[in-house]
């Protein structure tokens, strides 16, 4: 059974870190394009950041840019993703998501064209 497993959620306080992983279980990550998404209440869910199979090319949102960063590890089957300097604005549950039968380098990062999602972790952020 194909299982994206999301942790590393939590509460931070503005300025703060967290650190997200995204395992998989049942499948390989060597070949799929994970992102990263979030979905805040009211709003639609975003791409906050996407990884091709390669780990070269990494797409970014504007809002998350400098400093988040997104990373696999395929030996551990696990993607990465690092939010430093975080926002308030950041609050939202976050998913990862991965995408299969795509080029190496493709890093396409909207949520539609991704087909196996994990449960989500909530991640806030306040004082």
């Known amino acids: 059974q194909v299982q994206l497993v999301e942790s590393g959620g939590g509460s931070a306080q503005p300025g703060g870190s967290l650190r997200l992983s995204c395992a998989a279980s049942?499948?390989?990550?060597?070949?799929?394009?994970i992102g990263w998404f979030r979905q805040a209440p009211g709003k639609e869910r975003e791409g906050v950041s996407c990884?091709?199979?390669?780990?070269?090319?990494?797409v970014y949102a504007d809002s998350v840019k400098g400093r988040f960063t997104i990373s696999r590890d395929n030996g551990k089957n696990t993607v990465y993703l690092q939010m430093n300097s975080l926002k308030p604005e950041d609050t939202a549950v976050y998913y990862c998501?991965?995408?299969?039968?795509?080029?190496?380098?493709?890093?396409?990062?909207?949520?539609?064209?991704?087909?196996?999602w994990g449960q989500g972790t909530q991640v806030t952020v306040s004082s």
């Open positions: 990884i091709s199979i390669s780990g070269s090319s990494t």
């Open positions: 998501a991965a995408r299969s039968r795509v080029g190496r380098e493709d890093s396409y990062c909207n949520p539609r064209v991704y087909n196996s």
């Open positions: 049942g499948f390989t990550l060597d070949y799929y394009a």
